[in-house]
């Protein structure tokens, strides 16, 4: 089991920067794949990011590509997303989730372990 709380959401303005934090307790963390999912009003939760366990691999949807990176920290138990060039449509509620075993990245439906969310809201 894996408990997983995010941090760091807010209303910011178009073209702002904001960074995302998750802090996961309960079973070793560096087991784990972990990614960012995010989900708007109406919408299907979509993927935005993942991270090997090690940290050596990352993955990004082309919405968010060159804007956001992924990261983690294994020492400390984090997985954080920086956002860059925020844009109205990165509006949404933000997950945190982790997943076992050797299973895509891209699929919500993969992953084992959610947080709460936090809520993104970026105005124009």
């Known amino acids: 089991q894996v408990q997983l709380v995010e941090s760091g959401g807010g209303l910011v303005q178009a073209g702002d920067s904001l960074r995302l934090s998750c802090a996961a307790s309960?079973?070793?963390?560096?087991?784990?794949?972990m990614a960012w999912l995010r989900q708007a009003p109406g919408k299907e939760r979509d993927f935005v990011a993942a991270?090997?366990?090690?940290?050596?691999?990352?993955y990004y949807a082309d919405s968010v590509k060159g804007r956001f990176t992924i990261s983690r920290d294994n020492a400390k138990n984090t997985l954080d997303l920086q956002m860059n060039s925020l844009k109205p449509e990165d509006t949404a509620v933000y997950y945190c989730a982790a997943r076992g075993g050797d299973r895509s990245y891209y699929s919500a439906r993969e992953y084992d372990y959610w947080g709460q969310g936090t809520q993104v809201t970026v105005s124009s």
């Open positions: 309960g079973r070793a963390f560096s087991n784990y794949a």
């Open positions: 991270i090997s366990w090690s940290g050596d691999r990352t």
